[in-house]
């Protein structure tokens, strides 16, 4: 019985001692294991600031893709080109003279990631192939459902990437929703009066990209909408 005690005893002070020995994991250890932020985007434009929030998580290829143009500094000194009431502003892509910046190669639609066109989220704006969306990116500025995604078959129903929101500087893009538009270089209608320049756009937290206005134009100009102000029927345009 005496010897049955001492050897449980003996298997007890290697565990006791380990539990004493062993350290609580330093604020730092916990933090490395914490997932990280979503990178917040600020637009600094000449009506107003916008800070967006975006998902990476929802839209990988169209955030990352987003974020380099905002890394290289490409959207510094663009326009918010198209502006309709009760529908969406849109940019992202043209110089002060209404000239396209040449762009990198296209992403993969993420339309199909189940997020929603609602108001203050921010989308991908490409052409009728759902496949051709690069730098322009649109505001929605009311619940527009019907650009969600509803299926495969055509461009009409793969609908827009959202990948972001609007977490500040709403009331800002309404502002430049309710300015005077017009017809202006290659197009129709829906060029707010007077211009809105993105002065800078950066990633919060990291320092802020060095002006790309030596950047070349494209080649030729992206395929436009020439829907008229107000019909909700026009899509954003390719970019």
């Given at each position: 019985?005496?010897?049955?005690?001492?050897?449980?005893?003996?298997?007890?002070?290697?565990?006791?001692?380990?539990?004493?020995?062993?350290?609580?994991?330093?604020?730092?250890?916990?933090?490395?294991?914490?997932?990280?932020?979503?990178?917040?985007?600020?637009?600094?434009?000449?009506?107003?600031?916008?800070?967006?929030?975006?998902?990476?998580d929802k839209a990988p290829?169209?955030?990352?893709?987003?974020?380099?143009?905002?890394?290289?500094?490409?959207?510094?000194?663009?326009?918010?080109?198209?502006?309709?009431?009760?529908?969406?502003?849109?940019?992202?892509?043209?110089?002060?003279?209404?000239?396209?910046?040449?762009?990198?190669?296209?992403?993969?639609?993420?339309?199909?990631?189940?997020?929603?066109?609602?108001?203050?989220?921010?989308?991908?704006?490409?052409?009728?192939?759902?496949?051709?969306?690069?730098?322009?990116?649109?505001?929605?500025?009311?619940?527009?459902?019907?650009?969600?995604?509803?299926?495969?078959?055509?461009?009409?129903?793969?609908?827009?990437?959202?990948?972001?929101?609007?977490?500040?500087?709403?009331?800002?893009?309404?502002?430049?929703?309710?300015?005077?538009?017009?017809?202006?270089?290659?197009?129709?209608?829906?060029?707010?009066?007077?211009?809105?320049?993105?002065?800078?756009?950066?990633?919060?937290?990291?320092?802020?990209?060095?002006?790309?206005?030596?950047?070349?134009?494209?080649?030729a100009a992206p395929a436009?909408?020439?829907?008229?102000?107000?019909?909700?029927?026009?899509?954003?345009?390719?970019?």
């Amino acid at each position: 019985m005496f010897k049955t005690v001492l050897a449980a005893l003996l298997l007890l002070v290697p565990l006791s001692l380990q539990a004493q020995t062993a350290k609580p994991a330093s604020p730092a250890e916990a933090a490395t294991t914490a997932p990280a932020p979503p990178p917040q985007v600020l637009l600094k434009t000449s009506q107003g600031d916008i800070t967006l929030e975006l998902y990476p998580d929802k839209a990988p290829k169209s955030v990352a893709n987003f974020l380099q143009y905002v890394r290289d500094g490409f959207y510094n000194g663009t326009l918010l080109h198209r502006a309709i009431p009760g529908y969406l502003v849109q940019g992202g892509l043209y110089t002060r003279d209404l000239q396209p910046k040449r762009t990198r190669p296209a992403v993969a639609s993420e339309a199909d990631n189940g997020l929603s066109n609602l108001r203050g989220t921010v989308a991908v704006a490409r052409g009728a192939d759902p496949n051709s969306g690069t730098a322009q990116f649109f505001f929605n500025l009311v619940d527009n459902r019907r650009l969600d995604f509803v299926g495969s078959q055509s461009g009409l129903t793969w609908g827009y990437a959202v990948f972001g929101k609007v977490i500040k500087g709403m009331d800002v893009i309404d502002k430049i929703a309710a300015l005077p538009s017009r017809a202006l270089g290659p197009f129709a209608g829906d060029v707010p009066n007077p211009l809105v320049v993105i002065e800078n756009a950066h990633v919060i937290g990291e320092e802020p990209p060095a002006s790309a206005s030596s950047a070349a134009p494209a080649e030729a100009a992206p395929a436009r909408t020439t829907a008229s102000k107000g019909k909700k029927s026009a899509k954003p345009a390719k970019g």
